[in-house]
């Protein structure tokens, strides 16, 4: 229930975001993406591509709920009723949201806390490529249109890679948390 309840406080956010950079408006830091053109073309080939296609997706799944949003208050809806309406597609949208801030957070931190450290940056950024093209496989359907048959294709043989560059550092990455062998049996 609290997953639901805190993806809707989200939604609500961004809701109100749309509308305000509908109304020419001026939004959070958080939302000026929102505002941002639509992506033209995909790119899978770094840290960087991954997290634009995210922005991509959260911004468009994002107008799309308001969409059906200003449907269900212009039927008379009430807003909490129309925001009842459409609650699976305002979760989704919340979630897209956060899977992009969450990708670009940790591009940046892995940027920053890691410069000095070029073996352990390098490993980093791999986990972080292959979490978000995992991301990307298992949506895929977020971004029709703009994904190609090709770059389905490009993307399965980039997860491949992305988890021949981790697979090997996989012990070390799972004793970085500190659990014991014990605890995870």
């Known amino acids: 229930g609290e997953q639901v ?5 989200c939604a609500r956010f961004l809701l109100k975001a749309v509308a305000d950079i509908k109304a020419g408006g ?10 941002e053109a639509p992506l033209v073309t995909a790119d899978l080939s770094s840290p960087q591509g991954l997290v634009a296609l995210l922005k991509d997706r959260a911004r468009r799944v994002a107008f799309r709920t308001a969409a059906k949003f200003e ?5 008379g809806l009430g807003f909490d009723e129309a925001l009842n309406s459409v609650a ?8 897209c949201h956060v899977g992009y801030f969450m990708m670009l957070n940790n591009m940046l931190a892995v940027d920053t806390y890691f410069e000095t450290e070029p073996s352990t940056k390098a490993v980093m950024t791999a986990l972080l490529q292959l979490h978000g093209l ?7 359907g977020d971004w029709v249109g703009l994904v190609t048959e090709a770059l389905v294709d490009e993307l399965e043989d980039r997860v491949a890679a992305a988890l021949t560059r981790v697979r090997p550092e996989a012990v070390s990455l799972v004793d ?3 659990f014991l062998d014990s605890q995870l049996d």
């Open 134 to 140: 995992i991301q990307v496989r298992e949506n895929l």
């Open 71 to 75: 449907a269900a208050r212009a039927s």
């Open 26 to 35: 001026a939004v959070a830091d958080s939302a000026k993406y929102l505002a």
């Open 88 to 95: 699976a597609q305002a979760c989704k949208a919340s979630e």
């Open 5 to 9: 309840i805190l993806s809707l406080q």
């Open 176 to 178: 970085a948390f500190g």
